[in-house]
């Protein structure tokens, strides 16, 4: 199938979702935070922070992998965006990667359906217009290469979000 019609935009809440992995806007400490961090933690239980605490934590642009716990998602991807600094310290390398990271991760689980959120766009501060355009290019790349996984979508929190993530798809494809 073509790679466009295995990448979706939802509008949402991302611990909500019945897919087999959701991708967490973690932190190198991998212990928790705000954001969806936050919301996945309070949505998977606190068993999610012990796994996350024997990892040791996780270095920008790389991910690991946990138990989804209460969530629909049978797993947890974490991965550390880079926080924005005003684009010349390696910001979209290390974004690109925290998505080519992720994917092989799950492709290593067998993950067929996967969710990501806006990855370093909130509290990072990552241009959203910049960071849409990197993940819908990055996971092309590795969609183009890879049968899984079979979906991938991305989530939007807010409409704006949405119409951005639409445009950078529109940009990608055409
Ligand atoms: N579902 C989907 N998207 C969400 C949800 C949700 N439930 N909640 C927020 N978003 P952020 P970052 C969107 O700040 O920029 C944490 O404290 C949000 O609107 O969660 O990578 C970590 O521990 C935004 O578009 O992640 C780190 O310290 C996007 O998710 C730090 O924040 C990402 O926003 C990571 O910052």
Known sequence: MDPRDRMEIVQGDITTLHVDAIVNAANESLLGGGGVDGA???????????????????????????KGYRLHARWVIHTVGPVWQGGRSHEDELLAGCYANSLTLAREYDVRTIAFPAVSAGVYGFPMERAARIAIKETKRFLDDSELPEKVAFVCFSRRAEDIYQQAMDEVFN
């Open 40 to 66: 996945i933690h309070r949505a998977a239980g606190p068993e999610l922070l012990a796994e996350s605490r024997a990892i040791g934590g996780c270095p920008t642009g790389e991910a690991r992998i946990t």
